[in-house]
């Protein structure tokens, strides 16, 4: 029973699988992506021209990426599976046969939320050889709803989190009642991780007017209608652009895409 249930997330969380694993690989072929199946590992693999596109198993097979922010737990108890990716590496589908070899290759790793919301995820991203992830986010689709900025020794020293919420909130953990927004809701807040783990705000985004209207969370202002500067309400850059540029923001999740090490060089 537990095998066809992490065998079930594994395909629900990530890609269309066919409906039942075998002991050994099976593929099924659409257009020139194939799926390869196994249940000893077990994983879903995508498979273009002899490439591996991206691969999802339970975490412990790679155990040495597994982190406290990246290690989710599941309503069974088990740890909720990873989905990698290689953007910017060529990875040779033989590696499915020697799975650890992975470690080898600049990779992205994906491990949903909920098990419901396969597009709500933590995403990492690993350098080849490293078990440190030099970017970590919080996505739902492609809008990025937190960023940290990790050290080189995978420390999170800087946090940036999306959403309305309001102008006196002073937690990171994105949970706001958007019904009690004030006159300059904020947008984005910046907190300044210290390294004994307080967290200190050190700049936002806010709206110059208040609503009319109550907003969802995540509905995205214009940048003109936003103020940027810091927690006393001093205005420091004119533009989302300065703002996004002067405090590393990554609004696009662009490190996640295959070239973080500039956004590394410069924390």
Not at 23 to 33: E, G, L, M
Not at 40 to 45: F, L, M, N
Not at 83 to 105: C, D, K, M, N, W
Not at 223 to 251: C, S
């Amino acid at each position: 029973m537990k095998f066809w249930l992490r065998t079930l997330l594994l395909a629900v969380a990530f890609v269309a699988l066919s409906k039942h694993a075998g002991a050994a690989p099976s593929t099924s072929t659409t257009q020139s992506t194939k799926t390869v199946q196994s249940s000893h590992p077990s994983y879903v693999a995508r498979v273009t021209n002899g490439r591996l596109v991206s691969i999802s198993l339970q975490p412990q097979e790679l155990k040495l990426d597994m982190n406290a922010a990246n290690s989710i737990a599941s309503e069974t108890g088990d740890f909720k599976p990873a989905r990698y990716s290689f953007p910017g590496s060529h990875v040779p589908q033989t590696l499915l046969s020697h799975l650890t070899e992975i470690y080898a290759y600049d990779r992205r790793r994906d491990v949903p939320i909920v098990s419901s919301g396969g597009d709500w995820v933590v995403a990492e991203y690993f350098l080849a050889g490293s078990h440190v992830p030099v970017s970590r986010f919080e996505l739902l689709g492609k809008q990025v709803r937190r960023q940290e900025q990790l050290d080189r020794t995978g420390r999170t020293v800087k946090i940036i989190v999306v959403g309305w919420t309001r102008a006196s909130a002073m937690h990171d953990d994105g949970n706001s009642e958007v019904s009690a927004l004030d006159e300059h809701p904020v947008w984005m807040r910046v907190f300044k991780v210290q390294p004994g783990g307080g967290k200190q705000l050190v700049a936002l985004a806010w709206r110059k007017t208040h609503f009319s209207s109550t907003p969802d969370t995540y509905d995205e202002p214009k940048d003109n209608e936003l103020a940027y500067g810091l927690p006393n309400e001093v205005v420091k850059w004119r533009t989302m652009e300065e703002f996004v540029r002067a405090q590393h923001i990554d609004l696009e999740a662009r490190s996640l895409a295959g070239n973080p090490r500039q956004q590394q060089a410069r924390i």
